[in-house]
């Protein structure tokens, strides 16, 4: 079987890990500086695929450290912590074994930390608990603060610091410091692509090699994999092939999507990620109308924006009701366009659409009110809207007020209805 | 439902003939010549609401078929899900039961006909040519440009028109007089102008106001009126109006979502809150520019949300100008 391609080409020295360099020099300092005053323990934290793991193991590699690792392969082994221990405190081996370094790496201490021990059993292997049922994360943390080797911790998700309570010890900046790295460019993922490319002798043009790049946000690990779906076992590779990748799937589809649409760096490449979404154009819109105008942008460029992408809403309208399909690309366009305008504060924190949100919760009450204005727009010869509007607050003034008009109200609608119109 | 009396003014006044009809008189001739010689075409009635074009149709059925009134009339309403395999389905049930009561056809009166979509008008189309000697249609709109050409060549078209402050006015002072209550000439003029002359609404403020007293002032209905109006609707419009896009969003979701407001109510009271708004001139002009362009783009069919929203936004930026 062929080695998988992250793994193969994985660095074997920190200069091989692409991109964050001053933090791979904070890393190397806070490394060397163990034992003399500085934390016993680093988190590193970053998005998935910057190089976090690959960067303490290239680290470790490089400088001769005996590296021991707990992640979710352990986690819980009662002889985990035994080894942790071990790892820690026994200096015995140490001599024996020459002057070889311990460093210990906690790989996503996140995950970790959300995980409950023994059930590994669910579909992914892990099953999300609540903190309290989650014991053996603090008691590694704990264990780990008496340490006399340098301790690392990987982190993707940096709110988990401030929401999981077992993490609170990574906060301690006397015991914890803390390096972050970021999104790697895409250029530097396309260098990474293309040397993998030409160790595989992979004929591959520079065009597929930007797409494969730009794909996958920053993340490095995605577009080697990428680069092994289409690539393993080819000698050419087309942009024709890009079409068999699959996208990866996220949690909220709609979610993954509009911020693709939103933060990228021009139409073209918001129309990609629209276009290969697999979510209704209707969710990905309403997911829009939640955030654009959210947006830190000074009031003029949302102003801007918000009209944009009620023009984009007029095409789509126009689009269905004259079945006038080619309109389609209009409305895609302009959603597209749209969040280019916000400028530089594109970067936000997407809210849930109010408008799907108030629609479930509110469904008991609207079913309520729907079948009152039907019921009385065939008596007032109205549409149900025009009585939603204007004649259910007259009736509903006049029944709270009135026992005549209720008696009348029970005898031409029924009980049911003259109830129904009181229950608000 | 019996002969009992009506009590929702709406119902109890409404004219049941012709010739009681106030207003678009040229139109109201018309069906009277239809009604005299028991015939008439397929109809299209279009007109802001509130001007009597159900009550026109209502008449004029009424008119037409006599004591075969009830059999023979029915009204849907198009923005219903299935309307077309609805009005279809029943055409097609009137041509079997054909010849009840003796009458030449029946009356169908298919409301809201500017919500059905391009293709429904299309189905509605064979459907009115198949089956006319069966059924007459009286199609009712706002919008009759929303109305396909094939369709609105198959009926006469009879365009409503605002009925006048004199008419609204005299209607007004009449139902006052039948339920002995006392109002004054000012203040029926105040349920007009707030009203925009929608008859319709006009009666059920009127209604409204005499639940609470059988006096009628301009001052009494403007209290109503301000009270009646949405009051997060004013807020969000203030909050705009200082900038404060987030706060007065979150109110616009609450109208849209929560009080199920329909948007072009929203855009009535918005226009009528600005009309009356303690502001310069030029502010005022500045911002019914815009929610004017507003209204017509959410007739052409603009996402709802959004497009307040971005009038929200702008609001707030021509105050600061």
Known sequence: MERIWTDKYAPQKLIEVEGNRKSKEDFVSWATAFGKGSPPWCLISGPRGTGKTSLVHAFAQENGYDLFEVNRENLGDSVMLDGVREAMFNTATLAQSGPTKRMILVDEIDVLASVKIGSRSSENGYEHVADDENVSTSVLLKTLTDTRVPVVFTLSDEDELYRNKKLILLKEKKLCAHIKLTRVRSDTIRLVLKRIARAERLEISDEVLTKLAESTEGDVRAAVNDLQAIGAGEEVVTSADLGALGRRQTAAGGYKTVLDVILSPSIQTALDKLTSSTEDSETIFAWMVENVPGSRSPSAAIYESCNELAESSLFGFRAKRYRMYGLQKYMNELMCYSPQLLGEHRYMRLNFPSRLRYLSRSRAERARTNLLAGVFSKYLHSSPRAVLNSDLQLITGLAQGNDAFREWLRRKFGEEISELLLST | ?321
């Not at chain 2, 079997?96 to 409301?111: A, C, E, T, Y």
Request: charged residues 30%; aromatic residues 6%.
């Open chain 2, 1 to 321: 439902m019996s002969s009992e009396e009506e009590l929702i003014w709406t119902e109890k006044y409404r004219p049941a003939k012709l010739d009681d009809i106030v207003g678009n008189d040229a139109i109201i001739l018309r069906l009277k010549q239809f009604a005299r010689t028991k015939n008439m075409p397929h109809c299209l009635f279009a007109g802001p609401p509130g001007v009597g074009k159900t009550t026109a149709a209502l008449a004029l059925a009424k008119e037409i078929l006599g004591e075969h009134f009830r059999a023979n009339y029915l009204e849907m309403n198009a923005s219903m899900d299935n309307s077309i395999k609805n009005v279809r389905e029943t055409v097609k049930d009137y041509a079997r039961s054909m010849g009840f009561g003796g009458l030449p056809f029946k009356i169908l009166v298919l409301d809201e006909a500017d919500n059905m979509s391009t293709e429904a008008q299309q189905a509605l189309r064979r459907t009115m040519e198949i089956y006319s000697s069966i059924c007459r249609f009286i199609l009712i709109c706002n919008y009759s440009n929303r109305i396909i050409e094939p369709v609105q060549s198959r009926c006469v078209v009879f365009r409503f028109s605002r009925i006048s402050k004199q008419d609204v006015v005299g209607r007004l002072g009449f139902i006052a007089k039948s339920e002995s209550i006392v109002a004054d000439g000012e203040g029926l003029d105040a349920i007009y102008e707030e009203s925009e002359g929608d008859l319709r609404s006009c009666v059920n403020t009127l209604q409204s106001l005499a639940v609470v007293g059988k006096k009628i002032d301009k001052k009494r209905v403007e209290e109503f009126v301000g009270s009646s109006k949405t009051l997060s609707l004013h807020e969000m419009l203030k909050s705009s109006l200082q900038g404060e896009l987030e706060n007065s969003r979150k109110k616009l979701q609450e109208l849209l979502y929560i009080n199920a407001l329909a948007p072009e109510e929203i855009v009535r009271q918005l226009y009528r809150e600005i009309v009356r708004a303690d502001m310069s001139d030029g502010l005022k002009a500045a911002l019914l520019d815009e929610l004017g362009e507003v209204e017509f783009r959410l007739i052409e069919g603009a996402d709802a949300e959004i497009q307040l929203t971005a009038f929200l936004a702008k609001a707030g930026l021509i105050t600061k100008s």
